[in-house]
């Protein structure tokens, strides 16, 4: 019974456990962090069936290894470096929208409160009106319609696909460019700011396979683009005339007015009520109170 003892003993002494502090415990954390988004990433994407490809080839590799196939071990050593080369190149859309994501400013505020003040003015109340007008005037008639609101992630890159208007944001206008059988139906519009900058502009289309089978084109261009960006999209279908909004990937079919206004609202950060109008406001209660104090003097 000693000697298994002494046995166990010695070999616990081979054991070393690491000293585990705070700064450890937080890079696990961090390291877990990062695990779990990369997963969902690569689950969401069309990188799963990529990854599964190298998963299968990482596991000849260890059979070789096994068996001892000292050729195709010296197969897999030269061809490591260029099967690098190549995952990047494969994983290139995934990876840029993976940044594109990570540097949106959605991410950041999550975790650094920034002044929202200046995002406030980006569009006005009168702008948006104008956009909601339209979109509902285009549901009546079922006509096809794709409005993109930049946010803060710039689309020149997309604005310059289509044809340059700069033109002040008015319902007759849009409801215009999209109606059939003209030049500028085809494509979207980019709003940005108070200014219908282009219209005809192509958008990229969502790979998600998640989405219903019934969504068109259209559709998967409004979510492809705020998968690029934080911007927010209005879409009117063409076919049953409902209207949804896109924004951070996701969809939300049959919206009325007020849903629209309040996305819109949320999105740009925008209060419920100008502050012009407040002020406007409190100086006629102020002028109000003042007047009853004089009578009643």
């Avoid at 494509?187 to 289309?205: D, E, F, K, S």
Wanted: hydrophobic share 45%; net charge neutral.
């Amino acid at each position: 019974m000693n000697g298994f003892v002494s046995a166990v003993k010695d070999y616990l002494n081979w054991i070393v456990f690491p000293k585990i502090g705070i700064i450890d415990v937080f890079e696990i954390l961090i390291l877990a962090f990062l695990l779990y988004h990369f997963i969902n990433w690569v689950r969401d994407t069309r990188a799963w069936v990529l990854f599964k490809g190298i998963a299968i080839l990482v596991f000849f590799a260890l059979i070789a290894a096994l068996l001892q196939l000292n050729v195709i071990l010296w197969i897999f050593s030269k061809t490591i470096s260029v099967g690098i080369i190549a995952i990047l190149i494969l994983f290139q859309p995934e990876l840029r929208k993976a940044l594109e994501q990570l540097g949106s400013k959605n991410l950041i505020t999550s975790i650094i409160p920034i002044d929202d003040s200046q995002a406030n003015d980006r569009i006005s109340t009168e702008s948006i009106s104008e956009i909601i007008s339209a979109t509902l005037d285009l549901a009546k008639s079922s006509t096809g319609a794709l409005i993109v609101l930049e946010n803060e992630v710039n689309l020149t890159e997309y604005i310059n696909t289509g044809i340059i208007l700069d033109s002040a944001i008015s319902s007759q206008l849009l409801i215009n460019i999209f109606e059939k059988n003209t030049p500028l139906h085809d494509g979207a519009v980019i709003i940005r700011g108070n200014r219908l900058v282009a219209a005809t502009c192509y958008l990229p289309l969502s790979d998600n396979r998640k989405l219903s089978k019934d969504m068109g084109t259209r559709h998967r261009a409004g979510i492809g683009i705020t998968e690029a960006s934080d911007c927010l999209v209005i879409i009117v279908s063409e076919e049953t005339g409902k209207i949804s909004i896109a924004k951070e990937g996701r969809i939300i079919r049959n919206v009325d007015a007020d849903t629209i206004r309040k996305e819109i609202r949320i999105s740009f950060r925008k209060p419920e009520q100008d502050t012009g109008r407040k002020r406007k406001a409190l100086k006629g209660w102020r002028r109000h109170d003042e007047d009853e104090n004089k009578a009643q003097s």
